[in-house]
């Protein structure tokens, strides 16, 4: 007997590997494995933005707060690109999400509201990109007024 899905997730996951390692089809719960599987992908695309939006926030904060940059914002700029490199390098569907003009601007837009809500400076940030993709994920790359 297994576990149900909705009772314990960890144990149910267990036995749903256990299962299809074994080769008992019969037995799998074919639409909440579907399900996970596919959250999973979209985990990943998440994990993806995130990294974005902070890496976009951090670049803001440098061209726009001159004075207080150093050796904390550079850490995470140079942090988020190795990170975004590796998701990249792990997932390489992903990067077609890096050419799809809503996602582009979506991600910018919550860097945006990020470095807004770090620095309580409003209608000073951009609110479309003024970087290419290319640019922000570049290493070495730092916006200077």
Known sequence: MTTAY????????????????????????????AEEIEDMGK????ELENRLQVLICHLL??????????????????????????RLQESPSLKSRLSDTEFCADTWL?????????????NVFPETAVWTMEEILQDGFLPNK
């Not at 985990?43 to 998440?46: F, H, V």
């Not at 807004?116 to 409003?122: I, S, Y």
């Open 6 to 33: 909705e009772t314990d997730f960890a144990k149910w996951a267990a036995e749903q590997a256990g299962l299809l390692r074994a080769g008992m089809v019969d037995s799998i719960d074919f639409r909440n494995l």
């Open 110 to 122: 919550y860097g945006v509201a990020e470095a807004v809500r770090e620095t309580g400076l409003d």
């Open 43 to 46: 985990s990943e695309q998440r």
């Open 61 to 86: 904060k440098w061209k726009f707060q001159p004075e207080r940059r150093g050796s904390s914002w550079l850490a995470t700029i140079r942090e988020q690109r190795r990170r975004i490199d590796r």
